[in-house]
């Protein structure tokens, strides 16, 4: 039998299993990880490929996890992945590798559904397969991923992002086929194709040499010219046609059949009738069919169904694996297809359920639904698949969830078949309306915001559905997400005015309905309505949530329409009520939003920081650590990098990051460490973040991109790629939403600073076009700016200040002094140290330039020297002293070879008294600083004025011998008793 | 085995379609390249009519590049995406047909088997592609754009708007490119309208891109079920490859 079984060598593909050995295995260095995705046509060659390689790797010591996505259309979340552990657990000797394995397949198990679930999953399946791996490189083979489901996706691109903290690879093939028309993964590889830790192969057909020679080893001998000719032009270098024609010439069948088609035609034929039954069966099941399976299917006794699986091993329709059978190709699956009669496919599917829902242990709800709805009996396939339905909500698959839910809609409406036996099933009781409540809002989870809203239409014409006013909630809720604001609003308005709602319904409706109007803009409204939702929250109990949710909106329109003392008030009030009467989320979500109002519109850094720091503490506590801790911790690196505390900085992004959080919070995390290396100059860091940036982008979320681009123009700058810097922002342009003025703000001076210094370096041609553009974009800001809030344009003038001293430049090619002291001076004033020192350089260079005021220039070089050096600055540090030699100006008082390395903070020094030279007036305003007060508050607190305050800060500063809030709130944290 | 796909400029074409452009300004450099290649094919050259197609389109695309630079669409990340996997789609194709692959759409296939010859007048054979572009890539750009970005296709959004912004621009530049044709060339996009049914509803470029939006939104409702997915797939191409072979047909050249 081994014989007639035998493979055909692997033909014509040294240099691809070279190419995948070594992205994914030989050059690929501890921690990091890579990717091969191969594409290609049916029998093309893609399977055989990934298990040679898949053998090839495991001898070298890797690990390798095999699994396969399914096409049944509806498998469940995740099941690749945990196809391949079971796998992996029938062939794993090793026990402590086994009972890593057992212990990852339980998390899967034991998965409930919660908020922030899919996230928390992620990070538990990156860690169990971190044991299983127990130090070996990690290899996940990947085959049929056309068929992928959105949550391994998901998981894919978070452990290719790095984000797991595991040392892995991943080789998947995509048949080319499907990637046609209108395929997820299209967009994904598009992206993904550009990393230098990705690659795409795309698998051709063998040329003539190489088809030749496989039809050689096949047959024994070369063939005659004329047989080589003809097995070329029917095969097309297709090596699964290839090898099958050549053995039908082999075995002296040769030109009985034409196409592949007629050959497995031919060889289906020729079965005897046991085995013909066994192949008919597997095609009709979903691959592997377990053994077992297969024998309730076919119901031979044993002796018999062995001697029919070998003979249809031996033609050459099946393989046999461990943990069942398949087809030996999808080429064969097509050919049975149109084989069956549909009533002889029907009655296979029956018996497959059948055997299915008889079989002890866990039911494969899907597969079950699948089988039931094929054999024709909607009624039985129906609880199935809310069964398996509720299994994909439970592992945070909401996409597949939807599908099952809506699945189970259809077949509630199916009149039941008539069973074999001439009667019909008893028709099974289901609640429609809840049907269609559980598929909209499985719907609006995956983003399926039209059918969600068509689904809610149906449940509200369903008498048993729900009250109106909820309904209203709901359907403006699903169009809010949609993005579709004025009919959500709408909703919200109908909620108020309607005398059938509730208090609680209408205390819902105007706080977020507050929030709407806050994101489109209209503070003052947002402002009203937030009011009525607090006065209405007033008489509610249990409306914690809502309190939060409309203070948030209260506040920030009062930001935003210039009182931002009263907007800073109501979110500290709304913190207070939250610790009283709240649950966790409702603290967690007041803390943010009190954060994101300090550190963004109101522009108190420091305060801001020190509360999303406190705030970060207080949730870990309540045990919102992985979700909210993460965000407040996101908030906290952003603003110590614009006061310029990078060491600081970097240690709470680290933090953050041990969370291994997923999704947009790892994407914000990951820039906001790009930041930081690009501003140290440290490439290497910054690249491997933007990779995995991009990784993670891949999969979907456009805000990040703008993000990104910026930074790698700043990169690419320091690295003197100003076309690449050029690139990266012309991008931006044409990607940048034109009402986001501080993005395309910054981009605009990071595509001028790049044309600027392109042209004085001499580095690229310059592009008057790009130019043009640039200046338009400008114009453009300065136009949008002044129509939009008080804090946008704060912030926005601060950019247009460089970019018109970024235009002097480009248009003397000196700059213009006066231009760069003013941006200097903006700067300084937004207490923003990495600008205000880049401006100082260029106007020390402008005054240079001139030959005027060479005193001053030296004076600018050496504030921006300190200023750049006690950031850490490393490529702007080093293009200072370029310029301070040039000039002869001495910047340092003891020039050292190179810029000095970045800071580290300070260890934490013992834990003695610190505190004990502060009088007790300075102790109490300390506290108060420690809680992220602003000096107007803590004034207000202790009676005093705010003017007094400043000079017991400036004590305390002095006497801990620190020079910011943060430092002295974290002696003081460290020295609290307890 | 014989010459290869595209002659002399064979190894340039292979080089040039190796690298996915992922971004407009991208796109608009690979079409320009591409149509310096194009106009070297032997043996019609610049009368190549694929290179017919590609002229039209690099004009239409840059046109698209300068709205975004000038701020002239509402969401401008969606209409980007949307160009860039437009253009790929196209791009997809002339890798297919370069590799020999029985992948190639019929609707593009159809135009490309006339590369080497007869000849046919530009304004068919820009039409042609117009056709394969619009009718049958179209509507799966959309669906991938929106897939990527989070969004649906719903009629009267902001990306509608922009969408439709795309018909201005064809008004704009086609007259220019073609002065003194245009009613002939209104005539044509009438009839390329999708399917073959619709033919006679005509209303110029607005009409068949309208068709291709509702394309979209039917395929965005099966998209998670490869089996419909590809039955959408395999009736827009069918469609296409019939209308795509009639304009190349005698009878296309009535047009000019």
Redesign the interface.
């Known amino acids: 039998m081994a014989s007639e079984v035998d493979t055909a060598p692997l033909v014509g593909r040294t240099g691809t299993m070279a190419t995948l050995r070594s992205a994914l295995y030989d050059d690929l260095r501890p921690g990091q990880t890579g990717a091969v995705f191969l594409t290609g046509?049916s029998g093309v060659g893609k399977t055989r490929l990934l298990s040679e390689v898949g053998d090839q790797l495991r001898q070298a010591g890797a690990l390798v996890l095999t699994g396969a996505c399914l096409?049944i259309?509806d498998a469940s979340p995740l099941h690749p992945v945990r196809q391949a552990l079971r796998r992996l657990d029938a062939e794993q000797g090793e026990a402590r590798t086994a009972s890593a394995i057992r212990g990852l397949l339980q998390v899967f198990d034991e998965e409930t559904p919660g908020p922030d679930g899919a996230g928390a999953l992620l990070e538990r399946v990156a860690q169990g397969l971190h044991l299983v791996a127990g130090g070996r490189p990690l290899v996940l083979v990947l085959d049929d991923l056309?068929?992928v489901d959105r949550s391994t996706r998901q998981l894919l691109l978070y452990l290719l992002a790095g984000l797991g903290d595991l040392q892995l690879s991943v080789l998947a093939a995509i048949r080319?086929?499907?990637l046609?028309?209108?395929?997820?993964l299209?967009?994904?590889l598009?992206?993904l194709?550009?990393l230098r830790s990705v690659q795409v192969v795309d698998l051709?057909?063998l040329d003539?040499a190489a088809t030749d020679e496989l039809a050689a080893a096949v047959v024994g001998a070369p063939l005659p010219p004329e047989a080589a000719d003809q097995l070329w032009r029917r095969s097309?270098g297709n090596p699964f046609v290839a090898e099958e024609l050549a053995r039908d010439r082999r075995d002296g069948r040769d030109g009985i059949s034409d196409t592949v088609r007629e050959v497995f035609l031919d060889r289906v034929d020729a079965l005897p009738q046991p085995a013909h039954a066994v192949v008919h069966a597997v095609a009709v099941g979903v691959e592997p069919v377990e053994h077992w399976l297969l024998a309730q299917v076919v119901r031979l006794p044993e002796e018999e169904l062995l001697d029919a699986v070998r003979e249809a091993v031996a033609h050459r329709l099946l393989v046999g694996a461990d943990d069942g059978y398949r087809l030996r190709h999808r080429l064969v699956a097509e050919v049975l297809a149109s084989e069956l009669l549909p009533a002889e496919r029907a009655a296979l599917h029956r018996r497959f359920a059948e055997a299915l829902t008889a079989a002890p242990g866990e039911l494969h709800q899907a597969r079950l639904a699948h089988h039931w709805r094929h054999a024709g009996e909607p009624a039985r396939a129906l609880p199935a698949a809310m069964a398996a339905a509720r299994e994909a909500e439970r592992l945070h698959g909401y996409?597949e969830a939807h599908?099952h839910w809506s699945a189970a809609l259809t077949l509630a409406t199916e009149p039941p078949a008539v069973l074999p036996d001439g009667g019909r099933p008893e028709p099974v009781e289901v609640d429609r309306a809840e049907l269609l409540s559980h598929a909209a809002e499985a719907a609006h989870h995956s983003?399926?915001?039209?059918?969600a809203l068509t689904l809610l239409e149906e449940l509200a014409a369903e008498e048993s559905g729900p009250p109106v006013c909820a309904l209203h909630i709901r359907r403006a809720r699903y169009l809010a997400a949609?993005?579709?604001s004025a009919p959500a609003e709408e909703e919200y308005r109908r909620v108020l005015a309607s005398p059938d709602c509730t208090p609680h319904e209408r205390c819902t409706a105007a706080a977020r309905l507050a929030e709407l109007l806050l994101h489109l803009g209209r503070y003052a409204e947002a402002g009203e309505q937030a009011r009525e939702a607090l006065a209405l929250a007033a008489d509610v109990p249990g409306s914690t949530s809502e309190v939060v949710m409309a203070s948030a909106a209260l506040g920030f329109s009062e930001a935003f329409l210039e009182d931002p003392a009263a907007g800073l008030a109501v979110m500290r009030r709304a913190l207070d009520t939250a610790e009283r009467s709240g649950g966790p989320e409702d603290v967690a979500c007041a803390y943010l939003h009190l954060a994101d109002l300090m550190t963004g519109p109101l522009n108190i850094l420091e305060e801001g920081v020190v509360v999303a720091r406190r705030g970060a503490e207080r949730v870990a506590e309540l045990g919102l650590g992985r979700t909210w801790e993460t965000r407040l911790l996101a908030v906290a690196t952003n603003g110590l990098f614009r006061v310029g505390q990078w060491a600081e900085a970097e240690k709470v992004v680290a933090a953050a990051l041990r969370h291994r959080p997923s999704g947009a919070d790892a994407v914000e995390l990951l820039l906001a460490r790009c930041r930081l290396s690009v501003g140290y100059g440290d490439v290497e860091a910054s690249d491997r973040d933007l990779e995995a940036v991009a990784t993670m982008l891949a999969g979907?979320g456009?805000r990040h991109?703008l993000p990104m681009l910026i930074l790698r123009a700043g990169l690419s700058m320091w690295q003197g790629r100003h076309d690449l810097a050029r690139?990266a922002v012309?991008?931006g342009?044409?990607?940048?939403?034109?009402d986001d003025v501080i993005v395309l703000a910054t981009l605009a001076w990071h595509g001028l600073r790049a044309e600027a210094e392109a042209a004085a370096g001499r580095t690229i041609e310059p592009d008057p076009n790009a130019v043009r553009?640039l200046r338009?974009a400008v114009d453009?800001v300065t136009r949008k700016s002044a129509r939009a809030g008080a804090p946008v344009r704060y912030v926005a003038d601060g950019f247009l200040a460089l970019c018109d001293a970024e235009l002097s430049r480009l248009d003397d090619g000196r700059g213009d002094p006066a231009l760069w002291e003013r941006s200097a001076l903006e700067w300084d004033r937004r207490n923003h140290p990495y600008p205000a020192a880049y401006s100082r350089l260029r106007q020390a260079e402008a005054l240079l330039g001139r030959r005027s005021r060479v005193a001053t220039a030296g004076k600018l070089l050496r504030q921006a020297y300190e200023m750049a050096q006690s950031l850490g600055a490393v490529p702007l540090t080093a293009e200072i002293r370029t310029i301070a030699s040039r000039a002869r100006v001495t910047v340092d008082a003891a020039p050292g070879p190179a810029p000095v390395p970045r800071p580290r903070a300070a260890p934490a020094g013992p834990a003695v008294d610190e505190l004990a030279t502060l009088t007790a007036r300075e102790r109490e305003v300390l506290a108060a600083v420690a809680e992220g007060l602003t000096n107007r508050e803590i004034g207000q607190r202790l009676f005093i004025s705010e003017r007094t305050i400043g000079v017991h800060v400036s004590h305390i500063f002095d006497k801990l011998q620190v020079r910011t809030r943060v430092q002295a709130s974290a002696i003081f944290l460290r020295s609290r008793p307890g | 085995m014989t010459e290869p796909v595209w002659g002399p400029v064979h190894q340039d074409i292979v080089g040039l379609l190796a690298d996915h452009p992922a971004d407009v300004p991208a796109v608009v450099d690979h079409l320009t390249k591409l149509q310096d290649l194009l106009v070297r094919l032997p043996p019609l050259e610049e009368s190549c009519p694929l290179a017919d197609f590609n002229k039209l389109y690099l004009v239409i695309t840059s046109t698209v590049l300068d709205g975004l630079y000038d701020d002239r669409f509402r969401d401008p990340a969606f209409l980007a995406r949307l160009d860039v996997e437009f253009a790929a789609r196209y791009f997809d194709a002339l890798r297919f047909w370069t590799d020999s692959s029985p992948s190639t759409p019929k609707a593009w296939a159809c135009l490309f088997k006339r590369m080497r010859g007869p000849d046919a007048r530009p304004l068919p054979s820009a039409a042609a592609g117009v056709n394969a572009h619009i009718n049958y890539d179209l509507p799966f750009a959309l669906v991938t754009t929106f897939d990527s970005l989070d969004s649906e296709p719903i009629d009267g959004s902001d990306q509608h708007r922009d969408y439709l912004e795309i018909n201005n621009i064809f008004a704009e530049r086609i007259p220019q490119l073609r002065r003194g044709y245009l009613d002939n060339w209104q005539l044509m996009i009438d009839m390329v309208n999708g399917d073959i049914d619709d033919w006679y509803q005509g209303e110029l470029v607005e009409y068949t891109r309208n068709v291709a939006w509702r394309n979209a939104q039917k395929i965005w409702r099966c998209r998670h079920d490869p089996e419909a997915r590809e039955c959408e797939r395999t009736r827009l191409d069918d469609n296409a490859a019939l209308l795509g072979r009639l304009l190349l047909s005698p009878l296309g050249a009535f047009l000019q």
């Open positions: 046509e096409d259309g056309q068929w080319a086929e499907s046609r028309g209108a395929h997820p299209r967009r994904v598009t992206e194709r550009r051709l057909p003539r097309g996409a599908r983003g399926e915001h039209a059918r949609a993005g579709r979907g456009a991109v690139q012309q991008r342009l044409t990607e940048s939403r034109s553009r338009e453009r």
